[in-house]
């Protein structure tokens, strides 16, 4: 019955900004931690952010600290993925993902529940 349905994708403008959301079952909110990947063909999966949910603690990869941003809307069971300053090398698809493992929350071996991807286009 856990299922995660991110939304908010599409086309922007470099140096603009973008929203993503991930909905998520109540259960999918009890897990350690939820997640942020980006992917583009032929490359491995990339750690964008992730939520801690016992401790509030957001981690965020380097290519996007200072620019991203992870939240949490507790009453809509919904992880927001803020995107700020926006850049062409941004362009990928996005997937949210719920992780129950106590490994760690930068590895995508880690998450046991995957979205289906949300693609996301910055233009130059």
């Known amino acids: 019955q856990v299922q995660l349905v991110e939304s908010g994708g599409g086309l922007v403008q470099a140096g603009g900004s973008m929203r993503l959301s991930c909905a998520a079952s109540t259960r999918t909110f009890s897990s350690v931690a939820m997640g942020w990947f980006r992917q583009v063909p032929g490359k491995e999966r990339q750690f964008v952010g992730a939520?801690?949910?016992?401790?509030?603690?957001?981690y965020y990869g380097d290519s996007v600290k200072g620019r991203f941003t992870i939240s949490r809307d507790y009453v809509n069971n919904t992880l927001y993925l803020q995107m700020n300053s926006l850049k062409p090398e941004d362009t990928a698809v996005y997937y949210c993902?719920?992780?129950?493992?106590?490994?760690?929350?930068?590895?995508?071996?880690?998450?046991?529940?995957w979205g289906q991807g949300i693609q996301v286009t910055v233009s130059s």
């Open positions: 993902a719920a992780k129950q493992s106590y490994g760690s929350d930068a590895n995508a071996d880690e998450y046991d529940l």
């Open positions: 939520y801690k949910w016992v401790s509030a603690n957001r």
